[in-house]
C-alpha cells in the first residue's frame, strides 16, 4: 500500500522521460559544432530551453492529461536547472532569486518563439529571437538553427500523442 502512495503518477513519469530526451537532444555535438550554438552556461540553456518549448507546444491544446505532462516536463526542466546551479556552487541563499531570473528568462523566449511560430511561413520572427538569444554572443547562424527548428518541429509533429503522453519522443537527428 505504501509503495502505491509513493509511486509517480504517470504523467510525471511521462514528463521526466521527456526531459531525458529533451537533454540528449541539447547536448548534440552537431547543435555546437555544425549549427555554432554557443558551448557555454548560457547557450546550454538557451538550447536546453528551445526544445522544451517545442515539446510544449507540440502537447499544447490536446487535454489534461497532456497539460499534466507539460507540467510535469517543465516540473523536470525546472528541477534540473536548479541542481545545476547548486552544482555550480551558487549558494542557498541565492538560488531562488537566480531561479526567479531564469523562470522570468523561460517564460519570455517561450512567449517569443510562440509568437514566432505562429507567424511562419514568415521566418524573420524566428530567426530574429534565436539571434537574440542563442547568437547573442557569438556568431549568428540564426537562419540554420531556424532550419533545425522547423525540422524538429516536424518531427515531433510526427510522434503521435500516445507516444509522447508516454514519455517517447523522437526528434531528428542535429
Known amino acids: 500500500m505504501l509503495k502505491s502512495l509513493f509511486k509517480p503518477r504517470p504523467a510525471q513519469t511521462a514528463g521526466r522521460a521527456l526531459y531525458a530526451r ?35 507546444e507540440r502537447l499544447r491544446g490536446h487535454g489534461e492529461a497532456a497539460a499534466d505532462v507539460s507540467q510535469a516536463l517543465f516540473d523536470a526542466y525546472v528541477s534540473s536547472l ?59 547562424r540564426s537562419a540554420e538553427l531556424a532550419d533545425y527548428v522547423l525540422a524538429q518541429r516536424e518531427a515531433l509533429a510526427g510522434n503521435s500523442l500516445e507516444a509522447l503522453l508516454a514519455g517517447k519522443a523522437d526528434w531528428r537527428a542535429a
Open 82 to 140: 536548479d541542481d545545476a546551479l547548486r552544482e555550480m556552487g551558487v549558494g542557498d541563499l541565492s538560488v531562488g532569486k537566480k531561479m526567479r531570473k531564469l523562470g522570468e528568462a523561460f517564460y519570455g523566449r517561450g512567449k517569443n518563439y510562440q509568437e514566432a511560430l505562429d507567424s511562419l511561413p514568415d521566418r524573420a520572427p524566428l530567426e530574429a529571437i534565436l539571434g537574440r538569444t542563442v547568437y547573442a554572443d557569438a556568431e549568428d
Open 22 to 56: 529533451v537533454v540528449e537532444q541539447a547536448r548534440s555535438p552537431a547543435l555546437y559544432r555544425d549549427l555554432g550554438a554557443p558551448d557555454t552556461v548560457e547557450g546550454r540553456f538557451e538550447i536546453y530551453s528551445l526544445h522544451v518549448v517545442l515539446l510544449l
